[in-house]
């Protein structure tokens, strides 16, 4: 007579009390509540924004606008949650915070901001993108003379604007803020082709996903 | 010979159970990946580490050059504990495609797309 035993892996999170109230985003501390971004970026009073953060409880938050203003929400992954603006809201620029049993999102160097306005304008688009030497060209809607870049190679605040084609941005790669440290770390072995991520943001928001392009470093 | 045949088949089920119970135990543990390090850049709102690898080997044919976070909330260091230092060669396992790097820019936190999450890293001497 043969008997088998098999272990077969199983999850008890059916069990009162084995869940977790909260779940962390990847790589972040449990049991720490953080912000990262509110979208969109303009809204009307009374409509709903997403909110993306780590450590949101699944029965209880308090999201604060300017500290006042209390909203109670919840989130089923601990990771994001959908929140109503109040209505009694100014018009203008608000730093939202949360709060719940692990404590405050609030961090003064880096406040998260929505803006409150009757008249919301949709944030950049990047529809499309080339690549000539070291210039990008990016082509898409909502831009203007006052967005800035942010790349996965760092920053640039003085991209040239044209308003051909709805909307044109173009910047150098060796403008970027990490591009010589990257440069001189790859000076030995020649060149390699790497991804950048681009976001446009301006007076209306930013892209909510990365725009990839590839580039030769 | 007719008498084994339910043993044979209650084998091969079996078997197939077991088989297939051991990728989601592996890829809970993460994948290979080895490289030297050339630069590093700090998350700002995730308060992770995106290490820049190149080369960066990832088991497979190609070798690439791309950037891992390492966490100091769920990444397990090994000696010479130098992560993310310039010049050293690490080895490890990844979880990919983790979104674990976001920094601040103006007024919110941006996600930076990365190779993926390193779960433990041991590194070489300077």
């Not at chain 1, 930013?206 to 392009?213: F, H, I, L, T, W």
């Not at chain 2, 504990?81 to 495609?97: K, N, Q, R």
Request: glycine content about 10%.
């Amino acid at each position: 007579m043969l008997i088998f035993v098999v272990a077969i892996p199983v999850s008890f999170g059916f069990l009162p009390g084995v869940q977790s109230d909260t779940a962390a985003a990847p790589g972040l501390r449990a049991n720490r509540i953080v912000l990262f971004r509110a979208t969109p970026f303009e809204v009307r009073p009374g409509s709903t924004i997403t909110l993306d953060g780590s450590g949101f409880s699944r029965t209880f938050n308090k999201v604060y606008f300017d500290g006042e203003e209390p909203v109670t929400a919840i989130s089923t992954t601990g990771v994001s949650m959908k929140v109503v603006v109040p209505r009694t809201l100014s018009n203008g620029e608000h730093q939202i915070s949360v709060t719940n049993s692990f404590g405050s999102s609030e961090n003064p160097s880096q406040p998260i901001l929505i803006k409150v306005t009757d008249t919301p304008s949709p944030p950049p688009v990047i529809l499309s993108a080339s690549v000539s030497g070291d210039v990008v060209t990016l082509v898409g809607q909502g831009f203007s003379s006052s967005n800035s870049i942010f790349t996965s190679l760092g920053n640039t605040s003085s991209p040239s604007f044209t308003t051909a084609q709805g909307g044109v941005l173009t910047f150098r790669v060796s403008d970027l803020s990490m591009y010589q440290e990257l440069k001189a770390s790859f000076s030995s072995e020649g060149p390699h082709d790497i991804a950048l991520w681009v976001y446009v943001q301006g007076e209306h928001g930013a892209n909510k996903d990365p725009y990839k392009v590839d580039i030769t470093i | 010979m007719m008498k084994n045949k339910p043993y044979l088949s209650l084998t091969l089920i079996l078997s197939l159970i077991f088989a297939f119970s051991l990728p989601s135990r592996a890829s809970a543990q993460g994948l290979p990946f080895g490289g030297l390090v050339t630069a590093f850049f700090p998350c700002t709102c995730s308060f992770t580490l995106a290490v820049w690898f190149t080369p960066l080997y990832l088991g497979g044919p190609i070798v690439v050059t791309g950037p891992l976070v390492y966490s100091p909330y769920s990444t397990i260091p090994y000696g010479n504990f130098l992560v993310g230092v310039p010049g050293t060669w690490e080895i490890g396992s990844y979880l990919p495609g983790a979104q674990a790097c976001w920094m601040y820019a103006g007024l919110t936190c941006f996600p930076f797309p990365v190779v993926g999450l390193m779960t433990k890293v041991g590194t070489s001497g300077i």
